[in-house]
């Protein structure tokens, strides 16, 4: 129950496919699409305070929600609620943008939209994203294949269009 004063904010994390153009490509050359699109995983974001925010290779960015060009999710979990206030929330991203998730610091496999989104449903809610999610691309490299792969991945960088930059005036960088 909230307190007289304080409103619950309902908290979503949404899933969408990744059928990225290196994947295509790989897929058309080396008829391994199957396992493209498992390397290339999920993109997800966290849908809060009516907007939905997302990592990538440009830092934080935030649209409305189904705002960037991915198209509708696959999925959306119900992440739970938060009395984090809006105001709140907002300082606490322009804080993770200029240290943890500055667009620099995305990575494919190790630092990406997935440990973003498990970072701030932990921050709204002090519970992570499915477990599913957070663990493929560490899966997909214990393979031959991501192995082998994993030099051409390790330079996809992955900012979904539509968003602006959470932090920076008018989303400049």
Excluded: M
């Excluded at 440009?58 to 960037?68: A, E, H, K, R, V």
């Amino acid at each position: 129950l909230c307190k007289a004063g304080h409103h619950s904010h309902i908290i979503e994390q949404k899933l969408f496919s990744l059928q990225c153009s290196a994947c295509f490509f790989l897929g058309q050359v080396l008829s391994l699409w199957a396992h493209c699109v498992s390397l290339c995983g999920r993109h997800t974001s966290i849908v809060v305070h009516k907007d939905e925010f997302f990592f990538g290779s440009g830092g934080i960015s935030s649209c409305p929600p189904g705002g960037t060009l991915l198209g509708p999710p696959d999925s959306v979990v119900d992440v739970g609620s938060t009395e984090v206030t809006e105001e709140i929330f907002l300082e606490y991203l322009s804080s993770l943008g200029e240290s943890l998730f500055r667009g620099e610091a995305y990575n494919l496999f190790e630092h990406n939209c997935n440990t973003f989104s498990n970072e701030v449903a932990q921050f709204l809610t002090g519970r992570k994203i499915p477990s599913y999610i957070t663990d493929l691309p560490s899966e997909v490299l214990s393979t031959p294949f991501g192995q082998a792969l994993r030099p051409l991945l390790d330079s996809i960088q992955i900012q979904p269009p539509g968003g602006n930059t959470v932090g920076r005036p008018n989303g400049q960088s």
